[in-house]
């Protein structure tokens, strides 16, 4: 029972991680119309500033506080040079542009930072256990994620649902055109939105570096999870995003924790130990192929 | 007229051409990862093998040798190109490096079959090389994988170690180590991951299943950047002090200094160690130690042994290594002075050699390394030499 809730606590932990990487990414698609393959870059990005910016202060908690402001400003930066002469054209250019910021934010970083990795210590304060239940430990690090990750999501949830801006974001994502006719200055908020993508990528890739490391190309790999989120989701939707990001968390950790002992209740041990993390890393895209089968557009998309 | 100026040609030829001729250099390619998380084990080698190449003084049998270093990216098609480029285009002698097992794999026919190269493993040492592919071309001056695992089931084995839980990374060699350590240790597997190799850095779920098992020890297999991550998430996890950690690759001078002391006390297996008391290894961790401020690893101790492999080669026949098969047969003598006191030949070409435990420590300087505690193989033969068909 302990080990239940211990593994359904790491699922929330990576689930929390992809979902600020989604909801970025759902943001800029579903109101934008644009697709960010380099949305991953940006949370490279973050990554290799925070490190940078904790190198300086001497400071986690001071790094990463000051890595957001950064990564909002790289964002918008990327944003007028690049991505505001996206908008009005077809998905297939936005793929090869973006895919053309791949490689330059990975060259970018080699030549700023080397090509060797980086690591960034667990700051020392959260450097160990916290007690969930009496006798359960969890590693205070992955609980401070959950709860980061936890306190943005409802900001994020507050922000769409209860703020001028977040009137905007629902209006844009579901009539673009019209919200521009009705006088809204669209462009700000197109930049306002693409900032704000930015932060929480990088405030994703800040996280989980303690856990993965600092490399070139970390986001490529992630990149594709957090868009089967946002297509399991809905593209466009928030708590779409949240949702299918909380299923993907679990079923990963599902994947990896049962599969084995599921496997051998009818397969020989040896063939289970090695069938199940070739299951367990599919698992994600048939539940994704499920989805869409049932639902097109996504749990929470816009019927067309 | 015409036969004299022909002759004065020949002559002048003769003069000027056969010195350049004789002093054409020996090249080798150094295939390792010089970029990305795992770079610090390519620098180590690359450290390695310039200190070999100052000790040789730039020359092996009479002449000049260069060495011609590729990034294979940790990434096995990037490691197969490369490798073809240094066979092809750079037409080297000798291709030696290889950390990874897949990138081996991967690489292995382009040089030693399409390419009638010489390959020296210096590190990784997949089953498959041990047995069937065995190649007249292919030399390791490493370990076949199970070995390094076996002498430390062996030694858990012997210490009355009843249960233990098994993780390494989904490829080539993770599956040979679990492997290996499965043929010495006789006691209860708690359970064993196979994690996404080299995606997965996050352990959780793993972890919290090794909580779950309550086994007397874990063994693990993570080499460099991988096991910087699997300590810290082991020591956050809360299992330090309730599940011992037994490890082999994965404490090492490339890592320790990120682990520092969180890695104190966990004892490892490995063929090579930087206390092993010969005169050629204490030179060669001294000087590496003044020179570059940190102790030298297994790997690059490896990379060191493969070019005085060669240079022994070379030496015997005076430099002359057009003749191939006289090459194989110098280099199959091992007739040099191996940084871990000397080893000899199997049939496959592996090394006979002993393994050592060793525990991470901190020196008197207060750095972080491993001292030997015990002999734990003697003499070991891998467990494929069989299968080989050569003899």
Known sequence: ?304 | MKSKLFGTATIAALAFGLPAMAQAPIKIGFVSTFSGPQAAIGEDMRRSVELAKEHLGGKMGGKPFEIIYEDDQFKPDVGKQKSEKLVQQDKVNFVTGYIWSNVLLASLKTVTDEGDTILISSNAGPSQIAGELCNKNFFSTSWNNDQTPMAMGQYLQEKGVKSLYLMAGNYAAGKDMLAGVKRTFKGEIKGEDLTKWPDQLDFSAELAKVGAAKPDGIFIFYPGAHGVQFLQQYVQAGLKGKVPLYQVFSIDAITLPQQKELALGTLGAQEWVNDLPNEQNKKYVADFKKKHGVYPSYYGAQSYDSIMLIASAAEALKGDLSNKDKVRAEMKKANFKSLRGGFTYNTNQFPIQNFYIQEAVKDPEGMMTVKTIATAVKDGKDPYYEKCPMK
């Open chain 1, 1 to 304: 029972m302990e080990y239940l809730l211990l593994q359904m606590l790491n699922g929330v932990q990576l689930g929390l991680l992809m979902f600020l990487l989604a909801a970025g990414l759902t943001l800029t698609f579903g109101i934008m119309d644009l697709v960010n393959l380099a949305h991953g870059s940006l949370y490279m990005m973050g990554a290799y500033i925070a490190w940078m910016l904790i190198g300086w202060t001497d400071s986690f908690v001071l790094g990463a506080l000051l890595a957001l402001p950064a990564t909002f400003l790289l964002g918008i930066v990327v944003e007028a040079i690049v991505m505001r002469r996206l908008y009005a054209r077809d998905h297939l250019d936005q793929v090869l542009a973006t895919f053309g910021l791949i490689l330059f934010f990975n060259e970018l970083v080699r030549v700023i930072w080397g090509p060797a990795g980086k690591s960034i210590a667990v700051p020392a304060f959260l450097n160990r256990t916290v007690e969930i239940l009496p006798g359960v430990p969890y590693p205070a690090y992955r609980f401070a994620i959950i709860v980061v990750g936890a306190l943005v999501a409802i900001l994020l949830a507050w922000l769409v649902a209860r703020t001028r801006i977040g009137m905007l974001i629902r209006a844009g994502a579901s009539n673009r055109r019209m919200i521009g006719a009705l006088g809204v200055n669209i462009e700000l908020l197109f930049t306002l939105v693409f900032g704000l993508g930015a932060v929480f990528a990088g405030l994703a890739g800040l996280m989980a570096a303690p856990i993965t490391s600092v490399k070139i190309g970390m986001g490529d790999d992630i990149l594709i999870l957090a868009f089967v989120i946002i297509v399991i989701g809905g593209i466009g939707s928030i708590k779409g995003a949240f949702v299918a990001a909380m299923v993907v968390g679990q079923i990963d950790i599902v994947g990896r924790a049962f599969m084995p002992d599921l496997l051998k209740t009818f397969l020989s041990a040896s063939a289970a130990s090695s069938a199940a993390p070739a299951i367990s890393q599919v698992l994600i895209y048939i539940v994704m192929a499920g989805v869409l089968v049932w639902r097109p557009t996504g749990l929470f998309g816009q019927r067309t």
